[in-house]
């Protein structure tokens, strides 16, 4: 109605439901939204990085060539050959260097202007990358133990008098099979979803104070969008620690199925 103020979106409180987009594709209802083509984005730029690092390389690498090189290396020296070991973490340093490329660039894209929303703030993402994990685990040890050989490796603990089974085993059941899995996703959600809504409270809490009806309160405006500009730069180590854990987890639960001992 005439007269009445205008209502603007720093009237209402940041919340969950600023994680919720509508579908950009008729008919496909939530199958394509804007964290979905940020994720295609993330694995488009990856790839074609590498093939324009790659496409003619030489022996002297240029500036790219080098930087590819130096995030393969990264990975493969700090993570896989020195949590797997040197001859086993070879065969995973393609996959967990792709793993942590992937989650690092979608991490990346909550601080970037305009895209400023992670796909990993959304527990659809890091449900599906920790599935990855868990089914290549359970896979490699099985195909080392065999099933019944690799229940017992994960389960049965050596050296422990055999009573003591009887409260170790559901203990180790429910670490290794159900607390990893579940564990390794909500950490890299949960740090992405808080970092993401701290930046609409002090971003959208600026605008607030800046459209306050009480004149004393406009000032602090700049000290919540002041806030807003400190917590980007602490979301920036967020992002490339959480990428960091989330691999070298991986390594280590592909370790403990390629073990020889528990």
Do not use: C
């Not at 919340?15 to 979905?36: C, H, N, S, W, Y």
């Amino acid at each position: 109605m005439a007269g009445e103020p205008a209502i603007l979106a720093s009237d209402f409180p940041p919340g969950v439901k600023d994680f919720d987009f509508e579908g950009l594709v008729p008919g496909l209802g939530q199958a394509v939204t804007k964290v979905t083509i940020l994720a295609w984005l993330a694995a488009a730029l990856i790839i074609v990085f590498f093939l324009v690092a790659y496409r003619k390389p030489k022996l002297v690498p240029t500036k790219t060539q080098w930087m590819a090189e130096s995030m393969y290396g990264f990975v493969r020296d700090g993570v896989a050959t020195e949590v797997i070991g040197a001859k086993k973490g070879l065969r995973f340093a393609p996959y967990l260097t792709t793993l942590f490329l992937f989650i690092i660039v979608m991490n990346f894209f909550g601080i970037i202007p305009f895209l400023q929303i992670s796909p990993n703030s959304h527990i659809s993402f890091p449900m599906f990358l920790t599935a990855i994990t868990y089914v290549m685990f359970l896979y490699l040890g099985i195909r080392k133990h065999g099933f019944f050989g690799y229940i017992k490796h994960t389960l049965i603990l050596p050296g422990v008098p055999w009573p003591m089974h009887i409260l170790l085993v559901p203990i180790e059941f429910v670490q290794n099979f159900l607390t990893r899995p579940v564990t390794l996703a909500v950490r890299l959600f949960a740090n992405m979803f808080a970092g993401h809504l701290l930046l609409l409270v002090f971003t959208l809490g600026g605008v607030a104070l800046l459209n306050a009806q009480t004149v004393l309160f406009r000032p602090l405006s700049v000290i919540s969008w002041a806030m807003a500009i400190i917590m980007t730069f602490f979301e920036l180590i967020v992002a490339a620690l959480q990428a960091y854990v989330f691999v070298i987890l991986t390594a280590s639960y592909v370790e403990s199925s390629l073990a020889d001992e528990h």
